[in-house]
């Protein structure tokens, strides 16, 4: 077992910060019991963190001691690994439009795959799965604007569409027209009102 656990760590110092290690990428050290044994075994000794099911991590080495990776490098590269589309909620994608000065508490981001919760540490990220056409336009601002307009809801989202008309470019506002066909009737009505007059 301490080889394999030595194989494991040796391939987990290879991967950049962030980068998971799942066990399904390691089933050429060993049976898959044997790996998810020792991942387990390492994950208890502090040695790598425990994200969600079958999903580890290397914590970073600063000079103040061992940190968990940061959550947009994690979620960044679960995204890759997984093939899944991730992006922040409509919460986050408002503040950063500055649509609300609220910051949202949790850390929460919209994904293609089913709903689950990382554990980076002491930090909790949530992945909700979301309606496919809230990750049409993916991380794009055209993006960000969708889910802000979602989370503010039919009544809200006026107001913050007249805020973002004079931000958004011509691009953007191309691809929130060309994406409309997908969107729930309240806001295809409302884009094109902002596009069109």
């Known amino acids: 077992m301490e080889r394999m656990a030595e194989s494991i760590m040796k391939v987990a110092t290879t ?10 990428g390691l089933l050429h050290l060993g049976t898959r019991a044997a790996v998810d044994q020792t991942l387990s075994r390492l994950a208890a000794r502090g040695e790598l963190i425990r994200a969600g099911r079958g999903f580890y991590m290397r914590p970073v080495q600063t000079r103040f001691g061992p940190r968990s990776p940061s959550a947009e490098q994690a979620i960044e590269a679960l995204a890759v690994q997984r093939g899944e589309t991730i992006v922040p909620s409509g919460a986050a994608a408002a503040n950063a439009l500055g649509l609300t000065t609220q910051v949202p508490v949790k850390t929460v981001y919209l994904t293609s795959g089913r709903s689950r919760v990382l554990n980076l540490g002491r930090q909790a990220v949530e992945l ?18 969708v889910r802000a307009l979602a989370w503010l809801g039919p009544d809200e989202a006026p107001k913050g569409l007249q805020i973002l008309r004079s931000k958004l470019t011509e691009t953007a506002k191309t691809e929130l027209v060309s994406a409309a066909p997908q969107f729930p009737t309240w806001l295809a009505r409302l884009i094109g009102k902002m596009v069109h007059g």
């Open 128 to 145: 909700r799965h979301a309606p496919r056409w809230q990750l049409a336009l993916g991380s794009k601002t055209s993006g960000q604007v």
């Open 15 to 24: 991967l950049p910060e962030g980068v998971p290690l799942a066990a399904k």
